[in-house]
């Protein structure tokens, strides 16, 4: 029903420019204009991860919400959790307009957004106001464009929000920042996250919850990096990895569109960001939850990107193209997988095929 609805409203939101397409969404959330999960999740989904308890395991990925206007639609939409951001600790523009682009022949999207959003003081006003509310509110945390001190912003994010996040997830891998990426080297990795594990340790001090941590990276890392990279992951301890981020690859594209500078994702990153996936999650041990993200577009690339390695899963790109009914088609077919195997819960399918998918080329 809800996809059926989704195909009236889509031509009128495809005949917007893709930027103010998603305003309009997001302002329709803030006026609770949005379907809603009717019930309680089947059982099956619900798994306890970075010790919080999870729904099911779908959540829509930063960008999606930068500023946290929507965090209790996305809920009320059905979502396992949400997670608002990229967040900076001042406000900024972002990159010159036009910078987000459809690749409607690709299922796709082009962005060099560049963490346009309000500043730390804008979303924190609105995630204190509902504070006392129900459910999984991540936030993903960024520098600023003109920062000083990089590390330092991603440590003011973690002392800002840390009585209002369920977690946090920092962002090292926007393509659309310069220089941004370079702090996945390792040497800088151990810099910034000494300095954000400082600050999770000094708002647990005074009193704070310890808050999750998680880092999400790019799915262009080479594939020889990937082992330093997760080596100083593991040995600071971070509680979770988010692959991926968008790509600069623009392997099998046929839009005209895809000669546009930014990320892209969709469609066409599925497979770069599950083989991704794949290889941190073997890298790893399966030891660390993963949160799959990248082309997840039906509830087919759901579930393969869980049998890759994935504990929660993240979308956005895909509610683009597919509307907020994907989240229910999702739910409908991870439930069924599991007990069509036999299983009791949806972590069983962990992993199940992560060493085939590492295999593949990237």
Known sequence: MLNTLYRFA??????????????????????????????????????????????????????????????????AMGCGFAEIGTVTPRPQSGNPKPRVFRLVGDRALINSLGFNNGGHAAALARLEARKDKNGIVGVNIGANKDSTDRPGDYAKGIETFSHVASYFTVNISSPNTPGLRDLQAPAALDELLSRVMDARARAVSQGIPRRPIIVKIAPDVAPD??????????AHAVDGIAVSNTTLSRDGLSDAQSTKSGGLSG???????TVMLARVFEQT?????????????????????????????????????????????????????????GYSDVGALRGTKAKQWAALPL
Do not use: M, W
């Not at 469609?267 to 960001?273: D, V």
């Not at 597919?322 to 069924?336: H, V």
């Open 10 to 75: 889509r031509p009128a939101l495809f005949a917007l420019d893709p930027e103010d397409a998603h305003e309009a969404t997001i302002k329709a959330l803030e006026r609770g204009l949005h379907p809603r999960s009717l019930g309680e999740d089947d059982a099956v989904l619900r798994q306890n991860v970075f010790g919080l308890e999870f729904p099911n395991p779908i959540g829509v990925a930063a960008g999606y919400d930068k500023d946290a206007r929507a965090a209790d639609a996305v809920l």
């Open 225 to 234: 990096d990937i082992a330093p990279i997760c080596e100083r992951l593991v």
């Open 267 to 273: 469609r066409p990153l599925f497979r770069r960001s």
């Open 285 to 341: 041990g399966g030891r660390i939850p993963l949160i799959g993200i990248g082309g997840i577009d039906s509830g087919e690339t759901a579930l393969e990107k869980i049998e890759a390695g994935a504990t929660l899963l993240q979308v956005y790109t895909g509610l683009v193209y597919a509307g907020p009914g994907l989240i229910g088609e999702i739910k409908s077919q991870l439930a069924r997988d599991v007990r069509r195997r």
